[in-house]
């Protein structure tokens, strides 16, 4: 079954910097990479995904950058601010399939 | 406002007792997750329904058990609680009946479980 690794598992930023995070998966079958943040005490919420037919994606501040071959993939957050401060989790799946989450980024951007 | 509605929010039980956590998912989606949160651990699948059918298991015990309602709710039952069963348990949905499948999984604000 699909496995997906992710690094840090903790990140502090200054405000202002950028901020990235590494994920791999493992089955060559996953095609849909969505990355969700959840917040303290809230459950997670979808911040930004990106398809297998697609390199690269941007969203404002947020944008990811995928590697099939590799089978690794990217979320990169610019000009932190202090709400961009939360768990961030990768994964991996294919639509309708289980969706399987990376262990986790403690992100802390501090002011 | 994710649309996905978790009871109870918060439960605290003894060790060897029976919960269930209940789930409904967003209007009109099919398909229910059921996800563990331990502390400071990542989410750990259990398990997911596809409009009644169970579709995917994960590393779901077998203490544990799910179901998928014809009104498309979803309950998980827990029993023999064991003090490691303490976490943060959080439903999911996706797959809605009408309009694209985009992949996106909505999900409650979870069911905090405390075993003593």
């Known amino acids: 079954g699909e496995n997906v690794e992710q690094h840090p598992s903790t990140l502090s930023v200054q405000e202002g910097d950028s901020a990235v995070i590494k994920c791999t998966y493992s089955d060559s079958a996953s095609n849909y990479f969505p990355w969700y943040k959840q917040e303290l005490g809230k459950g997670p919420q979808l911040i930004i995904d990106?398809?297998?037919?697609?390199g690269e994606k941007k969203d404002q501040r947020i944008a990811v950058t995928l590697n099939k071959t590799a089978k690794h993939f990217s979320l990169h957050i610019t000009e932190t601010q202090p709400e961009d401060s939360a768990v961030y989790f990768c994964a991996a799946t294919t639509l309708y399939d289980k969706v399987i989450f990376g262990p986790g980024t403690s992100l802390s951007v501090i002011p | 406002d994710s649309g996905v509605t978790q009871t109870p929010k918060h439960l605290i039980t003894a060790t060897g007792q029976r919960v269930t956590l209940r789930c409904s998912p967003r209007s009109g989606d099919l398909s229910v997750y059921w996800y563990q949160q331990s502390l400071d651990q990542g989410l750990q699948f259990l398990i997911q329904?596809?409009?009644?059918?169970?579709?995917a298991k994960g590393n779901i015990l077998e203490r544990f058990s799910a179901q998928q309602f014809p009104d498309l709710h979803s309950e998980l039952n827990l029993s023999s609680l064991e003090l490691g069963d303490s976490a943060l348990y959080f439903c999911?949905?996706?797959?809605?009946?009408?309009?694209?499948?985009?992949?996106?999984?909505?999900f409650g604000e979870g069911s905090r479980l405390t075993v003593l």
């Open positions: 999911a949905s996706s797959v809605p009946t009408w309009g694209a499948q985009t992949g996106e999984l909505f």
């Open positions: 990106i398809r297998s037919n697609v």
């Open positions: 329904y596809y409009n009644g059918e169970e579709r």
